[in-house]
């Protein structure tokens, strides 16, 4: 077998998942991570379709589940907070999952989950992020911002929707391949204790004006809170570049007289010390490798949240490139110039399941598009979400996530089930 070295950009979900099956195979393991810590912070995640046998494969389905958020359902409301509409989750272990899968959990959660998986035999240096890195014949020399330079047989960028791995790749001539959908969304969480006979659930407001107002619960004493739109999305990622609190200005102005219980949580959003804007954008790309560099998770194909499926993508995304790294370079025979091959196989491999995901999320043909904007017209959406929730309809798991791909099919790896190994 060949031992590899290789640095991977971005402790996140991708980056530890990926560290998580090559530290299992022997290899060096460098994770790189530009924040001072783990940065465990985020919001609400689920896993569907073929992320939930890869997290099965990776045996940790037990210790996933006891950090899961036990969110029961979906409920929609109308301008005075009147339920229309409730979808509850799907525990039957069949079949689509609804809105709320059955494996639902706090992003940090689940990041803090891998990280302690491989801590133990992986090298993370945090505070750090690549300078510039030189392709060379047989590896790839990185220098860090902090004077450290290296060479790595592999360096695989899995930094995020803006990666910069991604960005030195194709050279600064280039396009970046972000395509914004014109959709914004402000996370933050506010303090809000649980109440008698309460459930975990999530609420949905659709506002005028193509908005969405939406708050999970997660804790007894704390809930999430989303604000989405798309009016004025230019303006909302103008603001992006002058800081937070004119990110929060832009969306208090915009969100206040939406309806329900805008005004309170736009006050909570500006007293709020974890705000986070996303603007939503899908990230295409001819290529995810280039010579000793390949991409992963988000900085290669990012989803959106729009699809449901960024989650999935990524573990399955890590899964097949370990896979293929494995398969190439493992075993007695196996060789660091069969490298170039195992990336091959994994865009071959991967990219059908990708472009599934992907289909048809273009700027302004997206379902928040799709939206109506006047009251009349979400009087007669919520009409139709009401009856579809009365029959058991569950045309969001059917129409608006993306969890069934098709035909394509998970392939196994010899040595890549640790349920098996436990045995």
């Given at each position: 077998?060949?031992?590899?070295?290789?640095?991977?950009?971005?402790?996140?979900?991708?980056?530890?998942?990926?560290?998580?099956?090559?530290?299992?195979?022997?290899?060096?393991?460098?994770?790189?991570?530009?924040?001072?810590?783990?940065?465990?912070?985020?919001?609400?995640i689920d896993i569907r379709g073929h992320g939930i046998e890869v997290l099965k494969r990776m045996g940790l389905e037990t210790d996933f589940r006891n950090?899961?958020?036990?969110?029961?359902?979906?409920?929609?409301?109308?301008?005075?907070?009147?339920?229309v509409a409730y979808f509850p989750v799907n525990a039957t272990g069949e079949g689509l999952q609804s809105f709320t899968t059955d494996y639902e959990i706090m992003r940090g959660d689940l990041i803090q989950l891998l990280y302690n998986k491989v801590k133990d035999r992986v090298r993370f240096v945090f505070g750090a992020f690549i300078e510039n890195f030189k392709q060379l014949d047989d590896s790839v020399e990185v220098e860090l911002s902090n004077g450290n330079k290296d060479r790595y047989d592999l360096l695989i960028g899995a930094d995020g929707q803006w990666s910069r791995t991604r960005k030195q790749m194709l050279g600064a001539q280039a396009k970046d391949p972000i395509h914004l959908l014109g959709v914004y969304a402000g996370y933050f969480t506010i303090p809000r204790k649980i109440t008698d006979r309460e459930i975990y659930k999530g609420t949905a407001y659709i506002a005028p004006g193509k908005r969405l107002l939406f708050t999970r619960r997660h804790q007894k004493d704390r809930i999430q809170v989303y604000l989405v739109g798309l009016t004025d999305s230019d303006r909302v990622l103008a603001a992006r570049k002058a800081g937070i609190d004119q990110e929060k200005a832009v969306l208090a102005e915009l969100f206040r007289s939406a309806g329900?219980?805008?005004?309170?949580?736009?006050?909570?959003?500006?007293?709020?010390?974890?705000?986070?804007?996303?603007?939503?954008?899908?990230?295409?790309?001819?290529?995810?490798?280039?010579?000793?560099?390949?991409?992963?998770?988000?900085?290669?194909?990012?989803?959106?949240?729009?699809?449901?499926?960024?989650?999935?993508?990524?573990?399955?995304?890590?899964?097949?490139?370990?896979g293929e790294i494995m398969a190439r370079c493992g075993g007695p025979n196996g060789s660091k110039e069969d490298l170039s091959l195992a990336l091959h196989s994994y865009e071959e491999r991967f990219r059908p399941f990708m472009e599934t995901v992907q289909k048809g999320i273009e700027k302004d043909k997206t379902y928040w598009h799709m939206m109506p904007s006047g009251a009349f017209m979400l009087a007669i959406l919520n009409f139709i979400l009401s009856v579809a929730s009365f029959f058991r309809l569950d045309v969001l798991a059917k129409h608006i996530m993306r969890e069934d791909t098709g035909s394509w099919k998970l392939p196994g790896y010899e040595g890549m089930d640790m349920r098996k190994s436990k045995k």
């Open positions: 077998m060949a031992v590899l070295k290789i640095m991977i950009c971005g402790a996140g979900i991708a980056g530890n998942s990926l560290a998580y099956w090559l530290s299992q195979q022997g290899h060096d393991i460098t994770v790189l991570e530009r924040h001072p810590d783990l940065r465990s912070t985020g919001l609400q950090a899961a958020v036990k969110e029961q359902g979906l409920e929609f409301v109308n301008r005075n907070g009147k339920r329900w219980c805008s005004e309170e949580l736009v006050r909570q959003m500006e007293e709020s010390d974890d705000f986070y804007c996303e603007h939503m954008g899908v990230v295409r790309i001819d290529s995810w490798t280039q010579g000793h560099v390949a991409l992963l998770g988000d900085a290669a194909s990012c989803p959106t949240a729009t699809t449901g499926m960024g989650t999935t993508s990524s573990l399955v995304g890590a899964y097949i490139l370990a």
